[in-house]
């Protein structure tokens, strides 16, 4: 396979071509030094066969960064805690790159108690906080704090360093025309713009010599209106290579368009590819491509027919850390698949993944209970699965009931591939899970369980609108598990996470579809990159969102609804479905607890946004049994 031939990257050789690229981990210690959670998570990736392993964002500016858990190296007392994170990389197979970054305009003063700074006063489209215009003698100054970064870099004894060209940080936000509106030197031209970086890279050079590999990271195209494309990013490439840059990662978006850097699940897989195969016809160097490749089969491909050098896999990592070594082994249909439901990214959490929950908590497994007990676990979303799991494997005897809505119906193209390969490890781990099982007081009673886990069921309310029990108005559900069939046009309801499901589904099926949502903003409930994608898509195809309406009643023939305006309107449709966010019951476990049962309550998800925060708290409930 061309994934395991080696490759050069200037000085260096790496054993194979799949790199693992940065990713914020929020596992560094207060104030920015490794810690031991996050030598276990990296080592771990290493582990797992992996060539090129580069170290997340780590601040060069002692002033400016995105977070006190951001990784630092920004003087010279960080060199030994990093080193012993560069010696955990290494000391496990793979070659070690950390990746220098400043945020320019997205650093936030309540963090860093000072004013962004940028290379013109112009905000943010994630930070409405003006920047300061940075001047001449202070980007000279920021120059030396790189290249100063990258001296500390080899002194901890990493390999190579990328610079952090992209999504709309500081060196993005002198290259893109959108964020730089200097006069000087540093603006105007593509050549002007990428002053600075250039600079970065030769200060570099002076400070380390020739033999240290400098790998440059940015954004071919920011899908932003006035923003790079790739008719600037094909000559910037080649300047970066004739400077002495080592190698090239090619990603795409910026701050507002983060959609195209961290992809969400409508993204086709390998997006990103065609942008890294337009920047490989300019240059000489490796190029790096990245984006939802999460099958060895599609990364081999993408090398094979020559559309770049090696292949960045980040999120399937968190899956799958032995996602290298189950495509060299040859069992590539043995790695488990990142679903881009992007649940690994919430702000100021650690990282983690909803299919592989020891993503950053590496080593800790889990401990043996000292009085195994016959558990019942009822509801099969993700926090009754997560606790049935963690349950099964502290030793206990685990039966899993499911409600009579299974998230499948629900959630269905966003989390059905998490419920599905739930299964199987229950399945494999022994999990007792009769199929469709409704739990009755009864039934839990003449079950006898020791403890009894519940999810509170779902119920969908039906709103207080005149009509709304009318012939012609069909619950969501029923629409997504396909007992009702819909033909025409119609109106749904509510635009959070289940409107625009039910929204989607029945436009792929040909129905023309307007959604109401009370609301000033769809996709309520949804990662904000999915929604993005989402909403576009489905504007694109013809789908309609009225935002900001109240409805006042539904009739034989449609809808009326006042708008934000107070206006009465009306909406001529056959069908009207009702999408509102479900709600928790606590019945069941009101019921057997006045059977004098123990009954322990899990967390309700009522958004697939959540989904991982419900799993993560069912574990716990589960940890705390015996």
């Not at 499911?402 to 959630?411: C, F, G, Q, V």
Request: proline content about 7%; glycine content about 10%; charged content about 25%.
């Amino acid at each position: 396979m061309r994934l395991f031939e080696p490759v050069r990257m200037g000085t260096l050789e790496l054993k194979n071509r799949l790199v693992m690229p940065p990713m914020f981990s929020h596992l560094a210690e207060p104030g920015g030094t490794v810690s031991p959670a996050m030598i276990d998570y990296y080592a771990r990736r290493a582990r797992g066969g992996m060539g090129l392993i580069e170290v997340e964002l780590t601040a060069i500016d002692p002033h400016q960064f995105t977070s006190p858990l951001q990784l630092r190296i920004s003087d010279d007392s960080y060199i030994p805690s990093l080193a012993g994170l560069a010696q955990g990389i290494k000391e496990n197979g793979a070659r070690a790159a950390i990746q220098l970054h400043h945020p320019g305009r997205q650093a936030l003063s309540r963090v860093t108690g000072r004013q962004p700074v940028g290379p013109s006063p112009i905000a943010s489209s994630v930070n409405p906080e003006t920047p300061r215009e940075l001047t001449v003698e202070e980007i000279r100054g920021l120059v030396d704090l790189f290249a100063q970064a990258a001296r500390r870099a080899g002194e901890a004894g990493f390999d190579a360093i990328e610079l952090h060209g992209a999504h709309g940080y500081l060196l993005c936000q002198f290259l893109s025309p959108r964020s730089n509106h200097r006069r000087d030197e540093y603006g105007g031209d593509i050549r002007g713009r990428a002053r600075f970086p250039l600079e970065i890279v030769a200060a570099i050079r002076r400070e380390v010599g020739r033999d240290f590999p400098i790998i440059f990271r940015f954004s071919a195209d920011e899908h932003t209106e006035g923003g790079l494309t790739l008719e600037e990013t094909r000559p910037l490439a080649r300047m970066l290579e004739a400077a002495g840059v080592d190698a090239l990662h090619v990603s795409a978006g910026t701050d507002g368009t983060l959609a195209w850097a961290i992809q969400p699940i409508l993204l086709r897989r390998g997006y990103l590819v065609p942008l890294a195969a337009a920047i490989k016809e300019e240059v000489g160097v490796p190029v790096i491509t990245v984006g939802r490749i999460n099958d060895p089969k599609l990364a081999e491909s993408i090398l094979e027919q020559g559309k770049a050098d090696l292949v960045a896999v980040g999120r399937p990592l968190l899956a799958d850390p032995d996602f290298a070594s189950k495509a060299r082994e040859g069992r590539p249909g043995e790695v488990k698949r990142c679903i881009a439901c992007n649940s690994c990214r919430p702000r100021d959490v650690a990282i983690g993944c909803l299919l592989n929950p020891e993503a950053g908590r590496e080593g800790l497994g889990e401990t043996g209970s000292p009085r195994p007990r016959r558990v019942l676990v009822v509801g099969g979303g993700p926090a009754g699965l997560e606790a049935a799991r963690v349950a099964r494997l502290r030793g206990h005897d685990v039966t899993l009931w499911d409600e009579d809505a299974p998230p499948e119906a629900r959630w269905s193209w966003l989390l059905n591939a998490y419920v599905t390969d739930r299964a199987k490890t229950l399945k494999s781990l022994g999990v007792h899970r009769p199929a469709r099982k409704r739990a009755t007081p009864e039934a839990v009673a003449e079950l006898n369980p020791d403890v009894t886990l519940v999810t509170p069921r779902a119920v969908w309310p039906r709103p207080s609108i005149p009509g709304s029990d009318g012939e012609n108005v069909v619950p969501a559900l029923e629409v997504l598990s396909g007992k009702r069939e819909i033909s025409g046009e119609a109106a749904v309801l509510g635009a959070g996470n289940v409107g625009c499901e039910v929204a989607r589904f029945l436009d792929r099926r040909g129905v023309a579809v307007t959604v109401l949502e009370s609301g000033d903003r769809p996709g309520r409930g949804l990662d904000d990159n999915l929604t993005a994608v989402l909403l576009d898509d489905l504007r694109r195809r013809g789908v309609r969102f009225l935002t900001g309406v109240r409805v006042t009643a539904i009739e034989g023939d449609g809808v009326r609804y006042r708008d934000s305006q107070g206006n009465e309107a009306s909406l001529d449709v056959g069908t009207v479905v009702l999408a509102p966010a479900p709600e928790p019951s606590a019945e069941l476990a009101s019921a057997l607890k006045e059977r004098g049962l123990e009954v322990r309550s899990l967390p309700f998800c009522a958004e697939p946004r959540n989904a991982r925060g419900a799993g993560m708290e069912g574990a716990e409930i589960a940890r705390e049994i015996g």
